[in-house]
């Protein structure tokens, strides 16, 4: 059994989420993850000094459906005077939820003051969450670690401090920047997180399955879950009955994240980032490699609906 619950006035239907991805969660992808059950989906972060100067392909990122909603579109940057702006130029959007990035651990990122170093300045966070709040007046929400480093861990005080300036939700993954994307997740302190404040608490870390969800859910006491790469090649991630064994039913769901991409973007423009994708529907499974071996070679984007549809037969 799940439950839903409310960021704001937004009500989800269920309390399993899509993680931002970048390179990933597009409109496509979300679209898809919305179809097999996920309650709301993330967009890739997106510049904030992209948006306020009205670059091209940052605004490619922010595309929409109606049929998608709810989206949290999520916005990175270090300047809350940029970040504002961002925030408003978003709110004329259809989009749901702004959500901060104050997680990715990647240098470019960190370099600039963004992303995870946020959690190693209170003050500059705080007035980031504030310039957002004022500039919109849909739910802000904000992503990010447990903390620094091992000694450094601060998300519940963090999250404390989020709240007070604004934020109606806070999604935690639970590693601390110099653990990357390695080591373990420490859902204790997502839990000390959870119980720090009265705004909805969503837990993010190695969740793979449904049933990997709804553990969380029970261990930590969290509002919601976030999945990130457990749904890459596996929206079945977010359903009940959880990921089919057979190659043709896997290919079912790749040939729907296809005439997706088909309907929404320019595949040819983008099909080394469609050939990812589609691999990662066959991995683990008998017969994947085969399959896997023939995405890689194809050179256009029909070829690779061609093959999706043959086997579909
Ligand atoms: C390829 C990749 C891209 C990511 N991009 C973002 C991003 O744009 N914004 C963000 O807040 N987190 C990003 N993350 C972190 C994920 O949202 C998530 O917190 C992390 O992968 C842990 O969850 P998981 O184990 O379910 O993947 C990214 C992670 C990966 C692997």
Redesign the pocket.
């Known amino acids: 059994m799940t439950h839903n619950f409310q960021i704001k006035s937004l009500q989800l239907e269920n309390p399993f989420i899509l ?6 969660t597009d409109l496509p992808f979300r679209l898809l993850c919305r179809q097999y059950g996920a309650a709301l989906c ?1 967009t ?2 997106i510049s904030c000094h992209g948006l306020v100067y009205n670059k091209k392909k940052t605004l490619q990122m922010t595309q929409t459906v109606p049929q998608e909603k709810p989206v949290a579109l ?1 916005l ?1 940057g270090a300047d809350p005077v940029m970040m504002g702006k961002a925030a408003a130029i978003v709110s004329d959007m259809d989009i749901d939820i702004i959500d901060i ?1 104050m ?2 651990p990647v240098k470019k990122v960190v370099k600039k003051g963004a992303g995870a170093a946020l959690m190693q300045n209170r003050n500059l966070a705080a007035a980031i969450i504030k310039q957002v709040c004022k500039n919109t007046s849909k739910p802000v929400s904000i ?1 990010i670690r447990t903390g620094w480093s091992h000694d450094s861990v601060t998300a519940p005080e963090f999250a404390r401090m989020a709240q007070d300036n604004g934020a109606s939700s806070i999604a935690v ?1 639970g590693r601390t920047w110099t653990q990357g ?1 390695g080591g373990d997740v420490d859902l204790q302190t997502i839990t000390r997180v959870k119980n720090s404040v009265a705004i909805p608490v969503i837990a ?4 793979v399955s449904y049933q990997d969800g709804l553990a969380c859910l029970a261990r930590s006491g969290c509002d919601g879950v ?5 749904a890459l090649g596996n929206p079945w991630v977010f359903s009940e009955n959880g990921t089919p064994e057979t190659l043709a039913k896997r290919m079912r769901g790749l040939s729907e994240h296809l005439h997706l991409i088909q309907k929404y973007s320019n595949p040819d423009t983008i099909l080394a980032r469609i050939k990812n994708h589609a691999g990662r529907y066959f991995k683990g499974i008998k017969g994947g490699l085969a399959i896997r071996k023939q995405i890689y070679g194809v050179s256009n984007f029909s070829e690779l609906l061609e093959l999706a549809q043959s086997c579909n037969n």
């Open positions: 993680a931002p991805l970048a390179g990933y993330y890739e972060m999520q990175f990035n997680g990715c992503k993954h994307f993010n870390g190695d969740i976030m999945i990130g790469r457990g």
